[in-house]
C-alpha cells in the first residue's frame, strides 16, 4: 500500500513537472526568491521579476544577492533547466504567467503599520498588465483585510474588465533555512474565495508533502500574524524568566528544557537571550498591534511582548557594563552580527543596538561574522575593526561578547581563546557554553538567566 501510495506521489510529480504551472513572482528578496526558485525547483516555470536591475543581472548569472544555505545551487540548476528566469519586465512576466505572486517587501512605517505602497503598486501594475484571467497570489505579510484591498485595486485599474482571482498564500520562511521551510513545511496556507482558486492552488502545491489549509482570505492573513506574534511571545517569556532565574540563582536552561517537555509547550522558541531581531518577528508584532487597536480590540499582551524584548537588548547592555566597569577605551570582540545564524541579513539585529552602545562608550570594537561583514558595514560604518577569523577578534581583547550563535562559536576552541585574551571575560548573549564548564576553563562567564 505505502509502496502504490509513493508511486502515485511520483506519477503526480511527473505530471506536474510536465505540465508545470506559469508563475510570475514579483519581489526577488529573501522570500520571493526562495519561493521563485522552490517552485520552479517543484516544476513550474517560474520568471522571477525584481526592479533592481543589479539583482537581476547578478541572479541571471545564477549568482544569489543574499546568503542563504542551499539557495545558490538551486537558482544554478533551475536556470538551467530553463524552469526560472530573471527579469525586470513586469508587463511581461504577467502577461506570460497565469499565477502571479506579489513577494514585495511590507517594511514598518513608523506608526507601526507595515507600509502596504510596494503591495498597492504591485496590484496595480498586474491590472494594467494582465490580458486574461489570473490567479493574483500575495506572499508579503500583510495585516488582516489586505486580500480585500488588493481585489479592489485590480477592478480599479482593470482596463479590460478582467476576472481576477485573489489568494493569500502566506510564508513561514525562516531564514538559514528557508528552502527546507518551502520544500518540507509544517504546513501551506492558503487563503481563497472561491474553489476555483483553491484548485489552482492546490495543483500548484502538489509535490510538497504537507497539510494543505484551505480558509477564507481573511483568517489565511491572520494566521500568518498570529503564529509570528506566538512565537514572539513565547521568546518574550522566556526572556522574562530568564530575569528571574538572574535574580534567584535558577538556570533558564534548566527550567525552559523542564518546560519544553510538556508536549502542549513544546521545547522549540525557547531559547533565553538578547531577544527576537529580524526583518519579521519586531514588524509583525509591531503590525499585529496596529491592526487590533484600529478594530478596536487592543492586545495589551503583545505590547508587553515587545518591551520584554527590548528590555532584553538593554539589559544585556547593562550586563556588559556591569563586568567591564569601563567601557571607554576597552577594546572588545564581538562574535555575530547577524540576526540570527545562517543568513547575512542584518535587518533590526540585536548586534546593531550593542555596537552602536560600545560605539557611544569609545570602545575599541573588533568584529567577526561568518557572513553578514558587509551588510553590517553599510550599517555600522568604518568604525567598528572587521576581522577574517573568530580568533582574530579576541587577540588581546578586554572581553568578548558573543551577539549571534553561528554554529562556528560553539565548536570554538575555548582555550585559544582564553590565551588570547588580555581577559579571560565573555558575555555571552546566546548562552551557547556550559557556565560550570566555563570555569573549570578559567574564564569569567556572563550568560543570560544561567548560574554564574
Ligand atoms: C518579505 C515580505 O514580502 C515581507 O512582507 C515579509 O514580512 C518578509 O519578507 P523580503 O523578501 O524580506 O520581504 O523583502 P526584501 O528582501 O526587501 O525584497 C523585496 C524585493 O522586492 C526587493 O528585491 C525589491 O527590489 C523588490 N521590489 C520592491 C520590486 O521588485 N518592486 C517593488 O515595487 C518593490
Ligand atoms: C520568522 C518566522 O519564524 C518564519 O516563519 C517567517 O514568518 C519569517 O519570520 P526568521 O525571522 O527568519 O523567521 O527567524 P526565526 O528563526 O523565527 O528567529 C527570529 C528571531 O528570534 C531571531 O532573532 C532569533 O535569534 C530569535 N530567537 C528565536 C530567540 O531569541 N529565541 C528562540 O528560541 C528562537
Keep these: ?46 520568471i522571477c521579476v525584481d526592479r533592481n536591475p543589479d539583482k537581476v543581472k547578478k541572479l541571471q548569472k545564477g549568482i544569489s544577492p543574499i546568503y542563504e544555505p542551499g539557495l545558490e545551487p538551486l537558482i544554478k540548476k533551475n536556470l538551467k533547466a530553463k524552469r526560472l528566469e530573471f527579469t525586470g519586465d513586469l508587463p511581461a512576466a504577467v502577461k506570460a504567467s497565469d499565477i502571479l505572486f506579489i513577494a514585495v517587501n511590507t517594511p514598518p512605517r513608523p506608526d507601526g503599520k507595515p507600509d502596504l505602497s510596494h503591495v498597492a503598486h504591485v496590484a496595480r501594475q498586474i491590472a494594467e498588465s494582465a490580458e486574461n484571467y489570473k490567479v493574483v497570489v500575495d506572499k508579503s505579510t500583510v495585516p488582516v483585510q489586505t486580500g480585500q484591498k488588493v481585489k479592489e485595486t485590480l477592478k480599479a485599474y482593470n482596463p479590460h474588465r478582467l476576472d481576477f482571482d485573489v489568494v493569500s498564500n502566506p510564508e513561514f ?39 494543505f489549509i484551505v480558509t477564507d482570505i481573511n483568517s489565511a492573513e491572520l494566521i500568518k500574524h498570529a503564529s ?51 526583518s519579521c518577528f519586531p514588524k509583525d508584532v509591531s503590525a499585529f498591534i496596529a491592526i487590533a487597536e484600529e478594530l478596536g480590540s487592543p492586545f495589551d499582551l ?67 561574522d561568518p557572513q553578514a561583514t558587509e551588510k553590517a558595514r553599510e550599517i555600522l560604518g568604518g568604525k567598528v575593526e572587521y576581522v577574517d577569523t573568530p580568533y582574530a577578534a579576541v ?24 590565551s588570547l ?32
Design 421 to 452: 585574551l588580555r581577559q579571560p571575560l565573555i558575555i555571552d548573549g546566546r548562552n551557547l557554553y556550559d557556565p560550570a564548564e566555563m570555569k573549570r576553563l578559567g574564564f569569567i562567564y556572563r550568560a543570560v538567566g544561567r548560574p554564574r
Design 395 to 418: 587577540k588581546d581583547a578586554d572581553a568578548l561578547i558573543i551577539v549571534t550563535e553561528w554554529e562556528e562559536f560553539q565548536k570554538a576552541n575555548l582555550k585559544k581563546v582564553h
Design 228 to 278: 509570528n506574534s506566538f512565537l514572539a511571545a513565547k521568546i518574550s517569556f522566556i526572556n522574562a524568566v530568564a530575569e528571574i532565574c538572574e535574580r534567584t540563582g535558577a538556570d533558564i536552561a534548566e527550567v525552559a528544557r523542564g518546560m519544553g517537555l510538556d508536549e502542549r509547550i513544546g521545547p522549540h522558541f525557547l531559547r533565553a537571550g538578547i531577544g527576537y531581531g529580524g
Design 1 to 46: 500500500m505505502k509502496r502504490k501510495t509513493s508511486k502515485a506521489r511520483q506519477a503526480s510529480r511527473r505530471a506536474v513537472r510536465r505540465e508545470g504551472k506559469r508563475v510570475a513572482v514579483i519581489g526577488t528578496g529573501y522570500v520571493g526568491l526562495v519561493t521563485g526558485t522552490c517552485l520552479a525547483e517543484i516544476g513550474h516555470h517560474v
Design 173 to 211: 520562511l525562516r531564514e538559514g533555512s528557508a528552502v527546507m521551510d518551502f520544500l518540507k513545511p509544517d504546513r501551506v496556507v492558503v487563503g481563497v474565495e472561491n474553489e476555483r482558486a483553491a484548485q489552482v492552488m492546490r495543483e500548484l502545491y502538489r509535490p510538497i508533502r504537507a497539510p
Design 302 to 368: 503583545l505590547k508587553a511582548v515587545q518591551r520584554i524584548n527590548d528590555d532584553a537588548r538593554q539589559r544585556f547592555i547593562k550586563k556588559i557594563e556591569e563586568a567591564l566597569w569601563v567601557v571607554k577605551g576597552k577594546t572588545i570582540g564581538v562574535w555575530g552580527l547577524a540576526f540570527k545564524p545562517n543568513t547575512d541579513d542584518m535587518r533590526n539585529a540585536p548586534s546593531i543596538t550593542i555596537m552602536e552602545y560600545l560605539l557611544s562608550e569609545e570602545a575599541r570594537v573588533r568584529a567577526y
